[in-house]
């Protein structure tokens, strides 16, 4: 499998990625419960916790071992895409909350 710098193509597949788990993220709110503004503050908050995750802004270690995410896309069955750095999936969740939210 080849491992391509192109920082285009993984912002078009993070966006997109993102998008997918702020929604699924929303829909689970929404189906414990929650509705208005306590839905969206929940949905933010949660949606904002896993992105600094993957984009290994919150330091994961258990048990002595630190955990370093790095995100890739495939793009084809021989095509990892990735951005020549950490993922930056956190700066995307303002506009997907502000479409799935003001829309």
Known sequence: MELKLDREKFDEHQAIFIAEIV????????????HGEALEAL?????????STIDDTSGIERDGI???????????????????ENAYTYEFVPGVLRSLFEG
């Open 23 to 34: 929604e699924k993220i929303r829909i689970k709110v929404q189906e414990a419960g929650l």
């Open 43 to 51: 949905t933010a908050s949660i949606a904002f916790s896993i992105a």
């Open 66 to 84: 630190e955990v370093k995410p790095y995100l890739t896309f495939r793009t084809s069955d021989k095509e990892l895409v990735h951005c020549g």
